[in-house]
């Protein structure tokens, strides 16, 4: 005499927890792919801190943001710099009297591994002549951004930045 019922309900067991994992799985990588990993948004979170940083003039908070050995191609510079000359392109502008009025980041990209990330985005920039209303702008530039973490803080390690082309991308 053969006994199948156990091991028919050995198997439908299994098949039972098997679907029951391959789910658990399937919908824990949805989660994933569909929510900002953390990272990603310390990235740019680090991004609107910069942008805020420019608005409020405050260089040495703004230089804090970048690593010791920064190096990236301003779209003002015809090469590239270090982060010695980081803060040129903010004072050229509050010397002709202008002040940052307003900003609108829009992010394309970010890809964190490990330590290291790179975001890519559009900045919209309205400058005003300090103590009116006076608008000199908008302006926009697309901006690139590679960061360390280092101690669980990041900063920016490279960037590059250019004028948007014809069609406003």
């Not at 943001?65 to 191609?73: K, P, S, T």
């Not at 270090?82 to 890809?111: F, M, R």
Request: charged share 20%; hydrophobic share 40%; glycine share 6%.
């Amino acid at each position: 005499m053969i006994r199948t019922t156990p091991f028919v309900g050995f198997r439908v067991s299994h098949a039972a927890m098997f679907w029951t994992i391959a789910c658990f799985f399937a919908c824990s990588a949805l989660a994933v792919a569909a929510s900002p990993s953390k990272d990603d948004a310390q990235i740019w979170s680090s991004e609107k801190e910069y942008w805020e940083d420019v608005k409020a003039n405050d260089l040495e908070k703004y230089r804090s943001l970048w690593h010791e050995d920064f190096l990236g191609w301003p779209s003002v510079s015809p090469n590239p710099l270090g982060k010695s000359h980081i803060t040129d392109w903010i004072t050229t502008q509050t010397s002709k009297g202008l002040k940052l009025q307003s900003y609108s980041i829009e992010p394309l990209a970010v890809h964190v591994t490990g330590d290291v990330a790179i975001d890519h985005y559009r900045i919209t920039m309205s400058w005003t002549k300090a103590g009116t209303s006076e608008a000199a702008g908008p302006e926009v530039t697309r901006i690139t951004h590679t960061w360390i973490r280092i101690d669980g803080r990041w900063q920016i390690l490279g960037g590059m930045s250019a004028p948007v082309n014809a069609e406003g991308k």
